[in-house]
C-alpha cells in the first residue's frame, strides 16, 4: 500500500448505528487530519492530530470520536448520527511544523439514513 | 472568520486555450498558498503551492500572488478535457503549522 488509504470507500448507516471510519498513511509523516466535505460547502476541517496527540477540535459534535493510536492509523468513531452528517469524509497527512502539501486518502462515502 | 472566496463556476473554456481561476483570501497574515485539483469521486490532489509574490510556472500550470490585493490565481495554458475538474484553493494562515482554509472550490470545464 502506498500513500494515504480509507476504509471503508462506502457506508450507509441508520442513526441509531455506530460504525468507524480507519485510515492509514504511508508516507511516515507525523500529521494527520479528519476533513468533511459536503456538496456545495468548503472543505471542513474536523480534527487534527500531531505526534497521536490530539492538536485542533474544530468543534465537531461529540457523535464523532476520533482515535490516533499511532501516527499511522486514524479513526473516527460514528454513532448516532444525522442525515445531514452525510458526506465524503476524507482522511489526509503530512509533515507537521513544514510547509509542505497536506496528501489525501480517497475518502469515504458516508450516507445516514 | 478566516475565508477563502472562489468563484463556483462551472468554467467553460474551449481545448487549448488559457484557464484563469481566481481566488481571494480574508486573513492577511497568510503566508502559504495552495491549488489541489479534484476530480468528480476523487480526492483532492496538490497542484501547486505558493509563497511569494509574482508568478511561479510548473509545466502548464502558473500560480501567481499579490499579497498586498489578498488574491491568488492559477493559470492552465493549453487546457486539455483532461483539465475538467474542480480546483480548489486553499491557505494556510500565519503562525499556523497545519491549518488548511479552503475555498469551496471552482468548476472547471475544458470542451474538445
Known amino acids: 500500500e502506498t500513500g494515504v488509504t480509507q476504509t471503508p470507500r462506502h457506508l450507509v448507516m441508520g442513526m441509531t448505528n455506530k460504525k468507524s471510519l480507519k485510515c492509514e498513511q504511508h508516507?511516515?509523516?507525523?500529521?494527520m487530519y479528519w476533513y468533511k466535505q459536503s456538496a456545495k460547502k468548503p472543505l471542513e476541517l474536523m480534527f487534527v492530530?500531531?505526534?497521536?496527540?490530539?492538536?485542533e477540535n474544530n468543534s465537531v459534535p461529540s457523535r464523532f470520536s476520533p482515535e490516533c493510536p499511532n501516527s499511522s492509523h486514524l479513526f473516527l468513531h460514528l454513532h448516532t448520527l444525522q442525515p445531514e452528517d452525510s458526506a465524503l469524509y476524507l482522511c489526509?497527512?503530512?509533515?507537521?511544523?513544514?510547509?509542505?502539501?497536506?496528501?489525501f486518502g480517497p475518502g469515504t462515502r458516508l450516507t445516514v439514513l | 472568520q478566516k475565508e477563502v472566496e472562489q468563484n463556483s463556476g462551472p468554467l467553460s473554456v474551449p481545448e487549448g486555450a488559457i484557464a484563469s481561476l481566481n481566488c481571494t483570501y480574508s486573513?492577511?497574515?497568510?503566508?502559504?498558498f495552495f491549488w489541489y485539483r479534484q476530480y468528480s469521486g476523487k480526492s483532492p490532489e496538490l497542484i501547486m503551492f505558493i509563497y511569494s509574490n509574482g508568478d511561479k510556472e510548473d509545466g502548464r500550470f502558473t500560480a501567481q500572488l499579490n499579497k498586498a490585493s489578498q488574491y491568488v490565481s492559477l493559470l492552465i495554458r493549453d487546457s486539455q478535457p483532461s483539465d475538467s475538474a474542480t480546483y480548489l484553493c486553499a491557505v494556510k494562515g500565519g503562525g499556523s503549522n497545519y491549518k488548511l482554509t479552503f475555498g469551496k472550490g471552482t468548476l472547471l470545464t475544458v470542451n474538445p
Open positions: 492530530y500531531n505526534f497521536k496527540e490530539q492538536t
Open positions: 489526509a497527512s503530512s509533515q507537521f511544523q513544514q510547509d509542505l502539501e497536506q496528501f
Open positions: 508516507l511516515g509523516h507525523n500529521a
Open positions: 486573513d492577511r497574515g497568510s503566508q502559504s
